[in-house]
DNA sequence: CCATTAAGGTTTAGCGCTATACTTCGGATG
DNA sequence: CATCCGAAGTATAGCGCTAAACCTTAATGG
């Protein structure tokens, strides 16, 4: 059936241990022939060594789990933003020789079974709300050391990295003001005091402080981050808000969908009213006009959370406060100078 | 640390073998009494099976692989249309009490060590060129089920399921004919005599036949299926076809760069130029004007796969031919009656 | 010349679970 | 009354691997 080290072993007749030795590198007990031999028939025979009896072994599975929110008997849900960073994460714990168990979580005794069962190295949690983040105690996870990215949660169990939401809106409202944009809207879900949305929301506050403009809650539009609620919202946006010039959407897919709600009422972006997005999705570029957005670096946000991950498995190194990556604003066709009113 | 059987067999006053059958639903040998008290054990130590143990000792370990190409040291290649369907098979995977396993496969030697290594009870490939499908043997699979995703490759190991590829195109193209186009524009990547495109350029090529059209090789254009090289194609679309009234592009992406190419030069769609897609991203309803396309069902792709490879491996049910996926037309605003020469 | 050390191994004891065979005991059967 | 049987367990033997302790042999040093 399967190979083994026993078989490899009896081969080159040595015992079981040298074998073990050879396959995992640990040369210094072992003679230059012996490991030669070894190498060459446990290649002939093909060995593959069993990851479960490593991991029942040696208490260590090389297993990290991905897990990700999915309402029962409901598909994963992945934001298109966060889409990217699933193939980003395997891509670097590939390289770091660990495994990635992708898992959808319904609830709360899920998270405890998904990390219990295959005796996780690790977790990062994807997409899940502050709040359910903060559910995690210290009996829920056991030794599994666990990070959740882009949270603002303050569960010291699950620091991890986040974009810096508030950067990004902050450079966003005040590419629109240099544009001379004064009433600018904007556009997002509900948010509470704490939060992705409210850091965003506090970005666009300061950009006004910034430059001594004042902001005024009305421009404050509450809305869902689809696409369809962002056409909804931009075909009433003039008759709601005639002075607005401007719109900051705190996502990528909203913001689109505001520019086709406002292009179907005959309003011209960037000419009559400027939009700027958050994420930077390939979208940005298909969308006409291609849309002004914020930048997050993906590649950093995905690398950041494993290096932090494996660091704190491998070396203890439990990070003590959240890594902020850098955003940037990429100007396209979807911003221009206020027209003159 | 960990909670075993051990743990919960002591407290419960009885053998380890008999949590063992309680923990499996293997209650002919268990009272009823006693199957109450160690249940209510078990959840009382928060009992979690050991799943590396499981699959050591019972050689099945309800793990599959999901494969999917990357070159080495690079991220996971899911193209767009794929990325829905990883979040589908997991759900999938998950009601059925399997887990998954996302690997990145850079060359050929990576796969049998993916699927040995954990000892997998099965995996699928996604989004594989057919040759590399075909060169997966008994031996690199060992005794692991192994089913492709939309391959057209002719191994039996591999039998999975494929979108109607042929169909797809024939009704994309039949409508266009049916709007009165007769010079229809064939994009897409270069293609041999077997595989997805062939398979879209013959239904492409059948529809033309359907209604007595011919059809002219001149029109078959070669062009990567990105949106950069599709709006590239677009641009000078009209220079090399002045009497083209109609393109069909193998992907989505590719056809709404070619809608752009066309927008940039002045040709109207749909009013000058229909375009028709292939896919049915959600990039299709924000285009603008939003792409017609063909809808390929990616819920019961997924399902289809999951359920086939787990007939195979539960019931020993190894599928004998592929299953096809149907498709449908899907039609939105990018297309429209042929313009009166 | 004996104790020490290093190199190059081997042996032992599990990791947590399951499959299989075995035990025990209170009836039902011939 | 001896026998058989089913219900409700238990004991044993691994699955493939690793950590840790143990064993040889030959060279070194005081």
Redesign the pocket.
Known sequence: ?????????ERA?????????V??G?R????????ERVQRIAAELG????A???S?????SRLIGLLVPAADEDSLMISPHNVAMVGQIERELRRLGYHLLLRGIANQREVTEALQSWSLDGAILLGFLDEQVDGLTAKTVGSVHVLAIDSYSTNPLTIGPRSDDFTGARLATRHLLDLGHRRIVFAGPAFTGVGVVHERFEGYRQAHADVGATWDGQFIETVNTTHADGRELGLGLLDRHPEATAVFATADVLAIGIMRGLAESGVRVPDDVSVVGFDDLDLCEYAVPRLTTVSQDITAKAATAVRMLIDSIENGARPSEPVTITVSLVKRESTAPAPHQ
Do not use: F, H, K, Q
């Open positions: 059936m399967r190979v083994t080290l026993r078989d490899v072993a007749g040595v015992s079981i241990m040298t074998v073990s030795n396959i995992n640990n210094a007990r072992v003679s230059p022939e012996t490991i060995y593959v060594p069993s479960s009896a490593r029942l072994s040696a208490r260590s």
